[in-house]
């Protein structure tokens, strides 16, 4: 988008809060910039900020509350800029303003330039690959785009009708790992999009006991669980419907048939497909969440960092990916929440 916030990565901006990482005597500098027209804010920031990223299909979100005085004035739509330690963590959009009555403080809600990635439309096109795709719809739609890494491969045809721009660009990139093995992450750095190859963004960070408070652990066959595979194409041509089948009769034995069943509009690269997706489903889905660890500004989704915990049924004790992450600010304190994936753990 044209708007910004112009002039501020100019000046020099004074700290407006301080907090300490807990047991590590580090102390940051927290700023919040909100920008109307061509004054910029520094509001008084009541009970912290929450930062809310997710690894697809959802905005990054920042939750603030501040105290109403006769000076500050600020609308839906006015920019917002969250740094930490000198690292801008957010940038993006007021979006929700609410107060209740009698009371001094406004509860804000803004979202990065991801929110408009809820726009549906229709897009046809062939010969792109994912990363064209974004691309395009970041020119059509007037998005500003940071480092976009070239995906490879080039998918035959995307017929994407009434989507939202989310959905097509994540079944371009969903396409791209069934036939490449590659897994991309978008996400909105600092105002612009941005498009990278997970193996590009592991951390040296360590979760264990001692970094993160207490976590919550599952194991499962109930979600996102097949062991037989299913891909129909309905062959035009020879008035026939092709079947694709994958299936493991050793789990099928063991949990029952578990089955993934799927319409195609093309025979193109079927059978691998369906090989894919029983090496991707055929297993228990483990998810585990992390509380309060020790915040690290690096930490986003799609980020890999080191886990190491005793989980009971089975000990881990390597990376694993971010899929969720809150990063929570109050007072001279900052922890995250983690979502955390990789191998058989899924969100």
């Known amino acids: 988008r ?3 916030l112009g002039d501020v990565y100019k000046r020099q901006i004074p700290v407006r809060f301080l907090l300490c990482l807990p047991e590590r005597g580090d102390s940051v500098s927290a700023e919040l910039l909100i920008q109307n027209g061509s004054t910029i804010y ?3 920031v009541e009970e912290g900020v929450s930062l809310t990223l997710e690894r697809k299909g959802t905005p990054g979100k920042l939750e603030f509350t501040v105290i109403k005085d006769c000076v500050l004035n600020f609308q839906e739509g006015n920019p917002v800029k969250f740094t930490v330690d000198g690292t801008t963590m957010f940038y993006g959009f007021v979006f929700t303003k609410s107060r209740k009555a009698n009371s001094p403080t406004i509860d804000v809600v803004a979202y990065d330039q991801l929110r408009y990635l809820k726009n549906k439309d229709t897009y046809t096109e062939e010969g792109l690959k994912a990363s064209d795709l974004l691309k395009r719809i970041a020119t059509d739609f007037r998005l500003n785009l ?10 035959e045809t995307i017929v994407e009708e009434n989507s939202t721009l989310f959905d097509m660009i994540q079944n371009a990139l969903d396409e791209t790992l069934l036939n490449t093995g590659q897994l991309y992450c978008l996400y909105d750095d600092g105002g612009a999009l941005t498009l990278k190859n997970v193996n590009s963004m592991k951390l040296n960070l360590l979760i264990d006991s001692e970094t993160g408070e207490t976590f919550d652990y599952s194991s499962s066959i109930d979600d996102q669980t097949y062991n037989k595979i299913k891909l129909a194409y309905n062959n035009e041509q020879t008035g026939k419907r092709e079947l ?4 493991d009769g050793e789990k099928m034995n ?6 993934y069943y799927e319409e195609l509009q093309t025979a193109t690269g079927a059978a691998a497909k369906a090989d894919a997706l029983l090496k991707l489903y055929d297993q228990k889905t483990r998810k ?3 509380k309060n660890a020790f915040g690290d500004v690096r930490v986003r989704a799609g980020s890999a960092v080191v886990v190491s915990l005793d989980l009971g049924d089975i000990i881990t004790n390597n990376y694993l990916m971010v899929e969720k992450v809150t990063h929570n600010f109050k007072g001279d304190e900052h922890f995250m929440d983690l979502t955390l994936i990789g191998g058989e753990f899924i969100a």
Request: proline letters at 3%.
């Open 2 to 4: 044209s708007r910004g």
């Open 42 to 44: 520094y509001p008084v």
């Open 146 to 155: 940071g480092s976009v890494e070239d995906t490879g491969y080039t998918i």
């Open 244 to 247: 694709y089948v994958a299936q």
């Open 254 to 259: 063991t949990w029952g048939v578990l089955q």
């Open 288 to 290: 585990l969440t992390v």
